[in-house]
């Protein structure tokens, strides 16, 4: 059991009979009145976000949530299939429950997979990949004292902005978070 006056960021509970993680929170002590914790909640299953008080001494379960390594193996359609390393188990997640996570994951990465109770429902890609340019724009003499930028096309498909100095078949390194270019490869 979790306190609410002991919560952080990232904590994973169950309240209500929903699991929620803490996005954010903060110990309010009013001038006048008792002590309170607000907080700012996602629940984990269907993604929405609801901001709640909770007094310092209310206590909620920890939900245990398993973030396993799987292999991302390929697409077919609305399904995606991951491939545990060390079972060989393969499982299909469908593409509601990936969203956009997979845009700039090639085939084979290894990414973590998160269920709770048995059922997925999200996947994280890794935190930085190396992909390849296939398409963009040469760059331009001029016009870089503002460090401008360029759109491109990685091998995934997804669209990333770029400095002009880079060329279509440079490998360039992305944060998968922001999708921001980081440097080249």
Same mark, same amino acid.
Do not use: W
């Given at each position: 059991?979790?306190?609410?006056?002991?919560?952080?960021?990232?904590v994973?509970?169950e309240?209500?009979?929903?699991?929620?993680?803490?996005?954010?929170?903060?110990?309010?002590?009013?001038?006048?009145?008792?002590?309170f914790?607000?907080?700012?909640?996602?629940?984990?299953?269907?993604?929405?976000?609801?901001?709640?008080?909770?007094?310092?001494?209310?206590?909620?379960?920890?939900?245990?949530?398993?973030?396993?390594?799987?292999?991302?193996?390929?697409?077919?359609?609305?399904?995606?299939?991951?491939?545990?390393?060390? @079972?060989?188990?393969?499982? =299909?997640?469908?593409? /509601? *429950?990936i969203?956009? &996570?997979? #845009?700039?994951?090639?085939?084979?990465?290894?990414?973590?997979?998160?269920?709770?109770?048995g059922?997925?429902?999200?996947?994280?890609?890794?935190?930085?990949?190396?992909?390849?340019? @296939?398409?963009?724009?040469? =760059?331009?003499?001029? /016009? *870089?004292?503002?460090? &401008?930028? #360029?759109?491109?096309?990685?091998?995934?498909?997804?669209?990333?902005?770029?400095?002009?100095?880079?060329?279509?078949?440079?490998?360039?390194?992305?944060?998968?978070?922001?999708?921001?270019?980081?440097?080249?490869?």
């Amino acid at each position: 059991m979790i306190s609410a006056g002991d919560f952080r960021n990232g904590v994973t509970l169950e309240i209500d009979g929903n699991v929620v993680q803490i996005l954010e929170f903060q110990h309010v002590k009013p001038g006048k009145g008792a002590a309170f914790v607000r907080t700012k909640l996602k629940n984990v299953i269907n993604g929405g976000v609801v901001e709640k008080t909770f007094r310092p001494t209310e206590k909620f379960p920890a939900a245990r949530i398993d973030r396993e390594d799987m292999q991302y193996l390929y697409n077919d359609g609305d399904l995606f299939y991951f491939m545990n390393s060390e @079972t060989y188990e393969q499982i =299909g997640i469908n593409k /509601d *429950t990936i969203g956009d &996570a997979l #845009k700039f994951v090639k085939e084979n990465e290894v990414c973590k997979v998160c269920s709770y109770n048995g059922s997925v429902f999200a996947v994280e890609a890794p935190l930085f990949v190396e992909l390849e340019i @296939t398409e963009t724009e040469p =760059g331009f003499k001029g /016009d *870089t004292a503002q460090g &401008a930028t #360029k759109p491109a096309t990685v091998e995934t498909g997804a669209q990333v902005n770029v400095p002009l100095f880079v060329e279509q078949g440079d490998k360039i390194k992305i944060d998968t978070r922001t999708g921001e270019y980081l440097s080249r490869v």
